[in-house]
């Protein structure tokens, strides 16, 4: 089992920027994906960005070009790095890691966009 604790979560105002991070522990596979995912009232819980071990990443097109994802050399943590946010960035940002049949979630972190 794997654990995941995020933190960095909090009330910022258009434009501004946030950084998440996501701290995993256990039994971590080397070859694994890493990512964060988001879930706002009402909607559905959806992807935001993922990175691979190899450090390939991938984003959801409404936040390419404004959020960056990246992890450690040691590959045990995850960053968010959020510019330029939107109110439409409101959400609840969840941590998630999956490998091979292993799949965790965190607790999730709150971001609130407003002015």
């Known amino acids: 089992q794997v654990q995941l604790v995020e933190s960095g979560g909090g009330l910022v105002q258009p434009g501004e920027s946030l950084r998440l991070s996501c701290a995993a522990s256990?039994?971590?596979?080397?070859?694994?994906?890493m990512g964060w995912y988001r879930q706002a009232p009402g909607k559905q819980r959806e992807l935001v960005a993922t990175i691979t071990g190899a450090g390939i990443p991938n984003y959801a097109d409404s936040v390419k070009g404004r959020f960056t994802i990246s992890r450690d050399n040691a590959k045990t943590t995850v960053y968010l790095q959020m510019n330029s946010l939107k109110p439409d960035d409101t959400a609840v940002y969840y941590c998630?890691?999956?490998?091979?049949?292993?799949?965790?979630w965190g607790q999730g972190t709150q971001v609130t966009v407003s002015s």
């Open positions: 998630n890691y999956k490998a091979y049949s292993v799949e965790s």
């Open positions: 256990g039994r971590i596979f080397s070859i694994n994906v």
